[in-house]
């Protein structure tokens, strides 16, 4: 099975011209606005529907100048940190 990863539907977005700031609307003791621009911010558009982590990586590969490898560990280490401040949600898919 394939992890997908969506956003959370209890979260509040505010996006401006060049950043998106989101805060999860759960717990209050853990909410943290997340500022996201640049490179994180490309992933978040993305990330509008839900999508798996090959999905992202294919999607955005020609915008890194890396090792494939980086890119993987690079967009997996994101959506993990996502997952954790509950802006995304990972269900698993057949």
């Known amino acids: 099975m394939t992890a997908h990863f969506s956003r959370s539907p209890a979260i509040a977005i505010v996006e401006k011209p060049h950043s998106v700031l989101i805060l999860a609307l759960g717990d209050p003791a853990?909410?943290?606005?997340?500022?996201?621009?640049?490179?994180?911010?490309d992933i978040w558009d993305?990330?509008?529907?839900?999508?798996?982590?090959?999905?992202?990586?294919?999607?955005?590969y020609s915008d890194f100048d890396a090792s494939?490898?980086?890119?993987?560990?690079?967009?997996?280490?994101?959506?993990?940190?996502?997952?954790?401040a509950s802006l995304l949600v990972q269900?698993?898919?057949s």
């Open 91 to 93: 269900v698993e898919a």
């Open 30 to 41: 853990s909410q943290v606005p997340v500022v996201l621009e640049g490179t994180a911010r």
């Open 68 to 84: 494939s490898a980086t890119v993987v560990d690079e967009i997996s280490s994101f959506l993990d940190s996502l997952v954790a």
């Open 46 to 60: 993305r990330l509008s529907t839900t999508q798996t982590l090959d999905s992202l990586v294919e999607s955005i």
